[in-house]
T-cell receptor, first 115, second 115 residues
Framework: AQSVTQPDIHITVSEGASLELRCNYS??????LFWYVQSPGQGLQLLLK??????LVQGIKGFEAEFKRSQSSFNLRKPSVHWSDAAEYFC?????????????FGQGTELSVKP | DARVTQTPRDKVTEMGQEVTMRCQPI?????VFWYRQTMMQGLELLAY????????DSGMPKDRFSAEMPDATLATLKIQPSEPRDSAVYFC?????????????FGPGTRLTVL
């Protein structure tokens, strides 16, 4: 069965520092991978997604993610974090064809940004 | 700017009362998802629909929860009777075509407190 693991529950970085959030997935076929962000008191919003092609994908708000099949990973990165990036980040994998667009979400990583 | 809307945004009720949460998906979207988010369990998929038909409601406690789509513009989630353990934020999300590549668009959530 598909699964997603986000090993870090909580990360704190300084404003202006680089960021990498880890995501590992388990999926038998080609995965369809997503990163969503949830700001406090709001619903989730898509940051980026990967289906095929170039393994480095660009998203909104200056985020990017790299798909590494050999490591079953899809880590999210940002070169310079802003205070407004403080939020919870969710990695997800599509449940498969004929699943109506269902996603399997990881447990989330909460990002704190210190001045 | 098309958005998923949810009502009410906040609901406080007493144990044993019926609770109804409503969701208006983005016009033209044919899939609707209901999620529950708590600190302990994280984000859980309760049920989802495609073209108003339920695809999977295995995540929902059947004895007290029910989900319906009376028409394409309205999805409802009911809890009867409510219990304190149902306290959570309930999110609705919609997707365009129910494909594995779809983005899910989340509403702002309904924060439910059962006393």
């Amino acid at each position: 069965a598909q699964s997603v693991t986000q090993p870090d529950i909580h990360i704190t970085v300084s404003e202006g520092a680089s960021l990498e959030l880890r995501c590992n997935y388990s999926y038998g076929a080609t995965p369809y991978l997503f990163w969503y962000v949830q700001s406090p008191g709001q619903g989730l919003q898509l940051l980026l997604k990967y289906f095929s092609g170039d393994t480095l994908v660009q998203g909104i708000k200056g985020f990017e993610a790299e798909f590494k099949r050999s490591q079953s990973s899809f880590n999210l990165r940002k070169p310079s974090v802003h205070w407004s990036d403080a939020a919870e980040y969710f990695c997800a994998v599509g449940a498969g064809y004929n699943q109506g667009g269902k996603l399997i979400f990881g447990q989330g990583t909460e990002l704190s940004v210190k001045p | 700017d098309a958005r998923v809307t949810q009502t009410p945004r906040d609901k406080v009720t007493e144990m044993g009362q019926e609770v109804t949460m409503r969701c208006q998906p983005i016009l033209g979207h044919n899939t609707v998802f209901w999620y529950r988010q708590t600190m302990m369990q994280g984000l859980e998929l309760l049920a989802y629909f495609r073209n108003r038909a339920p695809l999977d409601d295995s995540g929902m406690p059947k004895d007290r929860f029910s989900a319906e789509m009376p028409d394409a513009t309205l999805a409802t989630l009911k809890i009867q009777p409510s219990e304190p353990r149902d306290s959570a934020v309930y999110f609705c999300a919609s997707g365009l075509e129910g494909r594995v590549t779809d983005t899910q668009y989340f509403g702002p959530g309904t924060r439910l407190t059962v006393l």
